[in-house]
T-cell receptor, first 113, second 113 residues
Framework: DQQVKQNSPSLSVQEGRISILNCDYT??????FLWYKKYPAEGPTFLIS?????DKNEDGRFTVFLNKSAKHLSLHIVPSQPGDSAVYFC????????????FGQGTRLTINP | DAGITQSPRYKITETGRQVTLMCHQT?????MFWYRQDLGHGLRLIYY???????DKGEVPDGYVVSRSKTENFPLTLESATRSQTSVYFC????????????FGQGTRLTVV
């Protein structure tokens, strides 16, 4: 039972354009959402997060949107740069309780020059 | 060095052997986690710990044992390694409180032959 799903295993985007990565979740108890970026042979690194009381959070080129009614979030990267090429993981947790993060399968983003 | 470190980075072991992966964090974070990364599955939670001497199972705990006698250490033991446990293992830590991210180690690539 996959509680967090990233249905696109890969995405290819032209440099300078917008990259949009999507994530869906099924557990209505999730109220905090995060995006992680992972390069080969390294651990995941935190990128941006959003709590369920908001529908948008922005940090530089990165914006996360949350649609609670649809149980859907997305990460927008604009403009996309070659260094953004990595695997992106969506994660969710409950603010109360065990604090464990539940991850999606990941999306491999490739930025083409 | 401040942060979270895993050892070894790479390990090859034989089927049936016991192997222990080490994780050490310097922030005194209450929560620690072990995940495994496999193609198509993303990051799956094996075990987690809310504090010293408090551990709980995650999504895929079978074949693994953890302990947490000190806040800063969270070793993961494969009691009798199987080929299906070939994977990349990540340790993470997270402070208590709402809306915090988890920090990951560099990972241990384990191959069971």
């Amino acid at each position: 039972d996959q509680q967090v799903k990233q249905n696109s295993p890969s995405l290819s985007v032209q440099e300078g354009r917008i990259s949009i990565l999507n994530c869906d979740y099924t557990n209505s108890m999730f109220d905090y959402f995060l995006w992680y970026k992972k390069y080969p042979a390294e651990g995941p690194t935190f990128l941006i997060s959003i709590s369920s009381i908001k529908d948008k959070n922005e940090d530089g080129r990165f914006t996360v949107f949350l649609n609670k009614s649809a149980k859907h979030l997305s990460l927008h990267i604009v403009p996309s740069q070659p260094g953004d090429s990595a695997v992106y993981f969506c994660a969710a947790s409950e603010i109360q309780g065990a604090q464990k993060l539940v991850f999606g399968q990941g999306t491999r983003l490739t930025i083409n020059p | 060095d401040a942060g979270i470190t895993q050892s070894p980075r790479y390990k090859i072991t034989e089927t049936g052997r016991q192997v222990t992966l080490m994780c050490h964090q310097t922030w005194s974070h209450s929560y620690m986690f072990w995940y495994r990364q496999d193609l198509g599955h993303g990051l799956r939670l094996i075990y987690y710990s809310a504090a010293a001497d408090i551990t709980d199972k995650g999504e895929v705990p079978d074949g693994y044992v953890v302990s947490r006698s000190k806040t800063e250490n969270f070793p993961l033991t494969l009691e009798s390694a199987t080929r299906s446990q070939t994977s990349v293992y990540f340790c993470a830590s997270r402070s208590t409180g709402a809306s915090t991210e988890a920090f990951f180690g560099q990972g241990t690539r384990l191959t069971v032959v």
